[in-house]
C-alpha cells in the first residue's frame, strides 16, 4: 500500500467544483482521495491510498494518485508531490523498550 500526498492549487474552480471540493473533504487516505484546502479553496492537499502490487513503485504509485486527482475533474496545478511506501513502514511491539 502507497500513501501520496499531492499539494497543489486550483486554476479557475468555479462555484459548482468549489461545492463538490467541500464535500470531498478529509485528512484521512482513501482510494478516491480526499482533500484538504485553505479557507478560500484555493490551495489544496491532496491525500490518496494506493493499492500496491508486488512489483508496483513509487512511480506507478504516483501515477495512480494523479489519475484519482484527475477523476474529481477540478482544474488544478500540481506543485509537490509525495509517496510513502507503507510496506516499508516497521511499527515496534508495544511493551518492549530498548
Not at 39 to 51: D, L, M
Request: charged share 25%.
Amino acid at each position: 500500500m502507497f500513501r501520496v500526498t499531492i499539494r497543489g492549487k486550483f486554476t479557475g474552480l468555479d462555484d459548482t467544483g468549489r461545492a463538490a471540493v467541500l464535500a470531498a473533504g478529509g485528512i484521512a487516505y482513501t482510494e478516491r482521495g480526499a482533500f484538504t484546502h485553505d479557507q478560500s479553496v484555493t490551495a489544496f492537499t491532496f491525500r490518496c491510498q494506493v493499492p500496491a502490487g508486488p512489483d508496483d513503485g513509487q512511480d506507478e504509485a504516483a501515477l495512480g494518485a494523479m489519475a484519482a486527482l484527475e477523476a474529481h475533474g477540478h482544474p488544478h496545478e500540481i506543485l509537490q508531490l509525495a509517496v510513502t511506501d507503507m510496506r516499508d513502514i516497521k511499527i515496534r511491539p508495544k511493551g518492549r523498550r530498548m
